[in-house]
């Protein structure tokens, strides 16, 4: 398998470093400059400090580059997915893609599979996904993923040529359940930061995860998704790591919410948008969402974290 990546962001980087411990590996920034800094220190110091880049990882701005790689790997922010699918069309073609974003698409309401079915004309289309901090996998740790591929053939030609020493991959052929899992989950770590910067304790952090998870659950089997899906690494896995660590950018934004702060808004926060993508369609989709619709108006301004769960708490009592 020939593996190029496009998106040099901190996932990128993270699984190209991994990746090059397998063979070479080519590692596509948009940024010339950002690319020729990659190739001079042999580090990406924008997005991910302190690691070094493995010489079997090739940094370029440039997408012949990328004319051999069978298998591209495209690690972009979900907003960014769809414009980022047409300017590269052409390099795209015939290629088995796997997208590693998470979330959902404010305008369509879809996951990165379904908008990566929607804007190419072929259907190679894969996603990589569960709980892994980008800086974890470049220093080596131990993280296993999933692979989702409706195509179980290529999901195994994929599980085996994108495992490392330090990723296993499990697969399935649920792509909604392991789209929706990844997406939802950053949605629950924003409202658990929240929980934590107010000072509401571990305790309600505890019962807004399992209440999330019974959300996330409702949803993806709603929308098709297997139940046993969001049991697994893309759903439960990642939902624990991501409401629990503050290496998480979606938790960290919830933490300022919660503490009244401010935050910068050019990190990459992908439950936000996904948040505003669910609770504008809960309603035609006749979904019950209360924590996601909480989380959107905390973003707005128009509730505190206090607030919100004094409504939660108030819902109408009910069985498990
Ligand atoms: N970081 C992590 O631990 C993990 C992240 N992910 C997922 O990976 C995805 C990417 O996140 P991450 O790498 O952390 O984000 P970063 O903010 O670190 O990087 C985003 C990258 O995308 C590039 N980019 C943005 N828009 C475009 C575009 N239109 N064309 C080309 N490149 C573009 C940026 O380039 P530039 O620098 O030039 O702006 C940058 O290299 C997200 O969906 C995230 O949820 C999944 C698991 C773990
Ligand atoms: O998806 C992630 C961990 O699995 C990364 O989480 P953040 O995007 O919140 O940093």
């Not at 079915?117 to 569960?130: E, I, Y």
């Not at 624990?240 to 979606?250: A, E, I, K």
């Amino acid at each position: 398998m020939n593996i190029g990546i496009l998106g040099a962001g901190a996932f990128g980087t993270a699984l190209a470093i991994s990746l090059a411990g397998n063979g070479p590996v080519t590692l596509w920034a948009r940024s010339h400059t950002q690319a020729a800094a990659m190739r001079l220190n042999r580090e990406n110091a924008q997005h991910l400090p302190g690691v070094r880049l493995p010489d079997a990882l090739s940094a370029t701005s440039d997408v012949t580059h990328l004319a051999d790689c069978d298998t591209l790997l495209l690690a972009v922010p979900m907003q960014q997915l769809r414009g980022f699918l047409n300017d590269h069309a052409q390099t795209l073609a015939d290629r088995v893609l796997v997208a590693c974003c998470k979330g959902i698409e404010l305008d369509s309401g879809h996951g990165p599979i379904d908008v990566m079915d929607s804007a190419l004309a072929h259907r190679r289309n894969t996603l990589l996904t569960g709980p892994s901090f980008a800086h974890d996998i470049a220093r080596g740790l131990p993280t296993a993923l999933t692979l989702a591929s409706a195509d179980d053939d290529l999901g195994r030609i994929l599980q085996q040529g994108l495992t490392t020493a330090n990723l296993r991959l499990y697969r399935t052929t649920d792509v909604t359940g392991a789209q929706l899992g990844g997406a939802l989950k950053n949605v629950m770590a924003i409202a658990c930061g929240a929980v934590i910067g107010a000072g509401l304790g571990d305790s309600a952090r505890a019962a807004l995860m399992t209440r999330g998870n019974a959300e996330m659950q409702r949803m993806a089997i709603a929308l098709g998704a297997r139940a046993e899906t969001l049991a697994g690494l893309s759903g439960l896995g990642d939902l624990v790591l991501t409401c629990t660590s503050d290496q998480s950018r979606n938790y960290r934004l919830g933490l300022s919410l919660g503490r009244g702060e401010s935050f910068d808004p050019t990190v990459t926060v992908e439950g936000a948008a996904t948040a505003r993508a669910v609770a504008a369609r809960c309603v035609d989709w006749n979904l019950d969402m209360p924590i996601t619709n909480a989380v959107v108006a905390m973003l707005d301004n128009d509730l505190t974290i206090h607030d919100a769960m004094a409504q939660l708490l108030a819902r109408p009592l009910k069985e498990e």
